[in-house]
């Protein structure tokens, strides 16, 4: 089936957030500091307030005292990056509120600022532990010890963060790009000190989030008090720039890693110490849980995992698609790429002797213990592991495997729907949100499936906190596995009387859902310029049973080619005063349709029916995360040269 | 400092629009926000991304990185003008779009290319989007979408 939406995207006729229009609507832009960490001394605003199509302006001055990330306020006195938000102004155009930033006067003392993962001001380390690290190392005929890293990304999403505020008397109306419009509502209404029934968020479409939008930002707060101030609606969008700067980036980190095995390739120690950089505030969901993938992968007795968060006078850190876990893979994937050479073993093999069968972190076994072995025989087969092709002169050809597995596609419950049926016709009315996944289309699958309706007949309504139908945010690729149930137990009901509510009943006890999957590589490089050109990739992930076989396969393209970007292009460079030298698209490299490499997707429905009653989980996340690891060990097969630093530069293969 | 407005008619879609704009609001800003045709999306605002690209005078163009009033008397065409096009069906049949916003962009460098090469190569479908960025990573399904419309399957 089709996505349901595909006519209003091809036709221009989807509105997002920025392409509200309302009467009398105004249009705004932020200031924000060119110093990474500063003190303000002095702002005046007068000559801003007196521009002529200014109708407000907001600063420390005069905004209302809201607490924000931590310590901080909504305007802070005190700067602790560049990007950092200090006044705003509305005005009649875009131009307009430019022109009177341009006009606000400000004094700073600058303060002495931290910019690198390894100047920053460390955290309080997180630790977990199983068995006895120094017996596990003790026990290990062979150790891979390595330090990797892996650099800052930005989502760049390419409709910015952004929203359209309007107040209807004494309430708040928020069209806003975000995948959680209860968090929105929740938060706004909280720092603005309102009751929540009073602020409604509507979200139809949205442009793209990957994690930056799963939270509530200053913005959306900004331009409802610009909006209250100037009695008008107001439309707040970032540019470019300040996406790039302001509103989350992928955490960089810095893991040292030391693997032990007996020979025959059985892990019996992993040892783990980890920097992760925050940036200059804790958000609020950045959830980057890198040593969580190194409890879980494979089975082992014994582990030390350790992780630190770095605070630093730079953007701060927010989930990106699967947080933790991509940067996390990307090391253990390469050291065990580097024990299987150790071992001469094939790299799949060293993971089958390895398998886990239960969540080693709960102690309870997996609901679909076989899914990752049989994403291994998928992949392998649609790779046609470990043929190779030989490279010709300077380019060689090389191969590489990566696993994973993430903890999110299992669903979060609560979540309700409700499902109406008339006339051989049905309509879901949900209040999630679709961000471009497909959510919208596989719920009204489900519903039509448990309705006996062909899916054209069912119709979906979403994206509205005023149905008042709770969701969670669509973040950890949970939403499928969240709503799905809830709404086929609607249509059950609806089926009988024409009219029933649904909700999603908790996930199981005593068992543990995982999502997983591989990924295989082939890579060709020159060896006299550096260029890796990916050949191919091909793709196993365990999303329980594929509701959609359409809309999984672009999750799939869609998430290698972002880990692509991830293994070879994209970096945020920051010079060492904290300014952010390639804040655009024109030099944050992300992969272009020239870029485009053969992409199989030989994922297969696997139908978990002991993590919810769809048997379906999430697949929003995991693509992405093995691409990076399986790249870099393709570069190893290909030239022998190991990268332990992301992104796989041109100057680390050569010279 | 009030900014004088100049008078302008646009071409757009084969109707005469008459507005009136500061000298530098762009081309992209008097579509959106002049004559509400909120097709073509300001990303990136500085000519990085493609996803405002429309055409003037059957070229595909970035419509940030014009000034509207040196659009008078040219032929503009945004997606709104397309009606049923068989580039519109093939995005839908081949999934070339997760969030959208990249799609009326992606598909009106296409249609320049179609209206020049009715049947083009992998090769001329691949540079016609190279300037259009796709952050979900739709690309080969994009490709895959003006194969299916050059009728190859």
Known sequence: ?655 | MSVPLESVTLRVNGAERAVRVEPRRTLLDALRLDLGLTGAKKACDMGNCGACTVLLDGRAVYACLLLAIDCAGREIATVEGLHDDPLQRAFIEADAFQCGFCTPGQIMSLKALFSRTPAPSDEEIVRAVSGNLCRCGAYRNIVRAARIAAGRR
């Open chain 1, 1 to 655: 089936m089709k996505r349901i939406e595909g006519p209003e995207k091809v036709t221009g006729r989807a509105h997002y957030a920025c392409d509200v229009r309302l009467p009398g609507q105004l249009y705004a832009r932020v200031l924000r500091s060119p110093l990474p960490h500063a003190r303000i001394t002095r702002i005046d605003a007068a000559r801003a307030e007196r521009l002529a199509g200014v109708h407000a302006v907001l600063s420390s001055a005069n905004a209302p005292d809201i607490s924000w990330y931590e310590e901080s306020r909504l305007f802070d006195r005190t700067l602790r990056f560049i990007g950092d938000e200090l006044a705003a102004v509305a005005g009649e155009s875009e131009e307009i509120a430019e022109d009177a930033l341009r006009l606000i006067e400000v004094d700073y003392e600058a303060l002495p600022c931290a910019v690198g993962l390894e100047d920053g001001v460390r955290g309080k380390p997180q630790l977990q532990r199983r068995g006895d690290i120094d017996n596990g190392l003790r026990e290990a005929e062979v150790v891979v010890d390595a330090v990797y890293t892996t650099q800052t990304a930005l989502h760049n999403a390419l409709e910015p963060h952004g929203c359209t505020a309007h107040w209807e008397d004494d309430s708040l109306v928020l069209h806003e790009s975000t995948q959680g419009i209860f968090a929105v509502r929740d938060e706004v209404a909280e720092k603005l000190g309102m009751p929540k029934e009073r602020v409604r968020v509507i979200t139809q479409h949205m442009g793209g989030g990957f994690g930056a939008k799963q939270i509530a930002w200053k913005h959306s707060v900004i331009a409802a008090l610009l909006a209250k101030r100037a009695g008008r609606p107001v439309q707040l969008m970032l540019e470019r720039e300040a996406e790039n700067l302001a509103v989350g980036n992928r955490n960089a980190t810095r893991q040292r890693v030391r693997l032990g095995a007996k020979r025959d390739g059985t892990l019996c120690a992993i040892d783990v110490h980890i920097l992760v950089q925050s940036g200059a505030y804790l958000v609020g969901g950045e959830d980057s849980d890198v040593i969580g993938a190194y409890q879980t992968l494979y089975r082992c007795p014994h582990l030390r995992a350790e992780q630190v968060g770095v605070r630093t006078n730079t953007g701060p850190a927010v989930a990106f698609r699967a947080p933790g876990h991509a940067e996390a893979i990307f090391a253990l994937e390469s050291a065990m790429d580097e024990l299987s050479r150790a071992l001469a073993m094939d790299p799949i093999e060293l993971r089958l002797r390895n398998y886990a069968t239960e969540d080693q972190t709960k102690g309870k076994p997996y609901t679909s213990v076989d899914s990752l072995r049989r994403c291994y025989g998928q992949v392998k087969a649609a790779f046609d592991w470990p043929e190779r092709r030989m490279g010709q002169g300077s380019k060689k050809r090389g191969i590489g495997f990566a696993a994973h597995d993430w903890a999110g596609g299992g669903g979060w419950p609560p979540a309700e729907a409700r499902v109406e049926v008339a006339d051989g016709a049905a309509r879901v009315v949900t209040a999630t949100q679709d961000i471009g996944t497909g959510t919208g289309t596989a719920l009204c699958q489900i519903a039509a499936d448990e309705l006996g309706l062909p899916a054209e007949r069912v119709s979906i309504v979403l994206g509205d906190t005023r149905e008042g139908l709770y969701s969670p945010t669509s973040a950890g690729s949970a939403t499928l596995a969240t709503l799905g149930p809830a709404v086929r137990m609607a249509a059950a009901k609806a089926k009988k009387s024409g009219r029933g509510k649904g909700s999603r009943v908790k996930n199981p006890k005593d068992k543990s859902i995982r999502t997983c999957g591989a990924q295989c590589v082939e890579v060709e490089v020159d060896t006299e310029t550096g260029e890796v050109r990916v050949l191919r990739v091909a793709a196993a992930h365990d999303c329980g049973r594929v509701i959609n076989p359409v809309l999984v396969e672009s999750q799939v393209i869609g998430g290698i080619t972002q880990g692509l970007g991830y293994a070879l292009s994209e970096e945020r460079m920051v010079d060492a005063c904290g300014l952010v030298l390639n804040a655009s698209l024109e030099e944050y490299k992300v992969q272009t349709a020239a870029d485009g490499p053969q992409l199989v997707n030989a994922t297969q429905s696997m139908p978990d029916w002991e993590a919810n009653a769809t048997g379906a989980k999430g697949i929003g996340e995991p693509p992405l995360i093995p691409t990076a690891a399986a790249v870099a060990n393709a570069i190893f097969d290909a030239i022998g040269v190991r990268v332990r630093d992301l992104p796989c530069k041109r100057e680390r293969l050569i010279g």
